[in-house]
């Protein structure tokens, strides 16, 4: 059976276990380059209306209830929901890798698993609430990135080998979205915490401008996985297309 990758409009196929080592192939109506382009698009649009409600607000002194619908410094609104949908995406996508590659299925649920607890959290902000025993300032004022860069730390070296064992497109795309999400998630919140310890207050442009940056680069991350996890459909599974030397999964 040849290993395809997916070019330009093509569908990707889904392989799924049946019964026995039978193995059968769902054609999906989804083009990852086609994905990636909507998703890209969504984000610009939601970041460039955040920012200027942000500019509206802090700079202008103009507010508006309905500025709350796309404020990116607001919970429950359309960049939450978009955001949250997006590692819910993720983790649906991680679930599917890990039915059809029985040889790293174990990785893949626990990834399938971390990332819909980040959905969650990500629509209810529950992080916000660790390390609220911490009394710090500076870069670490807002304290839940004690446990967080910990726990990024340890989920690194735990998932460290799978990712080296993965083909090399989609381990790049993997770290890509990772330092995007990462550093917007825990980098940008910590030059923000360092802003807001220095002025005292919150209300600013520079501190508006680094939570835009925050939450854009987030939604950024999240959709460079989305796309990389379509995408390796083609690289590991069977799509329309050209084909490619991929070595089989071992």
């Not at 990636?36 to 507010?63: E, F, K």
């Not at 607890?117 to 839940?144: R, T």
Request: proline residues 5%.
């Amino acid at each position: 059976m040849n290993r395809l990758r997916p070019t330009g409009d093509r569908p990707a196929a889904v392989p799924g276990a049946v019964s026995g080592d039978v193995e059968v192939s769902v054609a999906l109506a989804v083009n990852p380059h086609r994905v990636l382009r909507l998703l890209l698009g969504l984000a610009g649009t939601l970041s460039a209306l955040g920012l200027v409600v942000m500019l509206l607000q802090r700079g202008a002194g103009i507010d508006s209830g309905a500025f709350k619908i796309v404020d990116l410094d607001q919970e429950r609104n359309l960049p939450t929901w978009f955001s949250s949908l997006l590692l819910a995406s993720a983790a649906g996508l991680f679930a599917l890798h890990a039915r059809r590659d029985r040889t790293r299925r174990t990785g893949w649920a626990g990834l399938a698993a971390i990332f819909a607890i980040l959905s969650l959290d990500e629509f209810g902000s529950l992080h916000e609430e660790l390390g609220q025993d911490l009394d710090l300032s500076g870069p670490l004022l807002f304290a839940w990135v004690v446990p967080g860069a910990l726990a990024v730390v340890a989920l690194g070296l735990v998932y460290l080998p799978f990712l080296i064992r993965l083909p090399a497109p989609t381990r790049a795309r993997i770290v890509l979205a990772g330092t995007l999400y990462v550093g917007g998630a825990l980098g940008f919140e910590m030059l923000n915490a360092a802003v807001v310890s220095a002025r005292g207050s919150d209300t600013g442009i520079l501190v508006g401008l680094v939570t835009q940056g925050e939450e854009t680069l987030e939604m950024l991350g999240a959709t460079v996985l989305v796309f990389a996890l379509l995408a390796h459909f083609g690289v590991r599974g069977e799509v329309s297309g050209t084909p490619e030397d991929v070595p089989a999964p071992r």
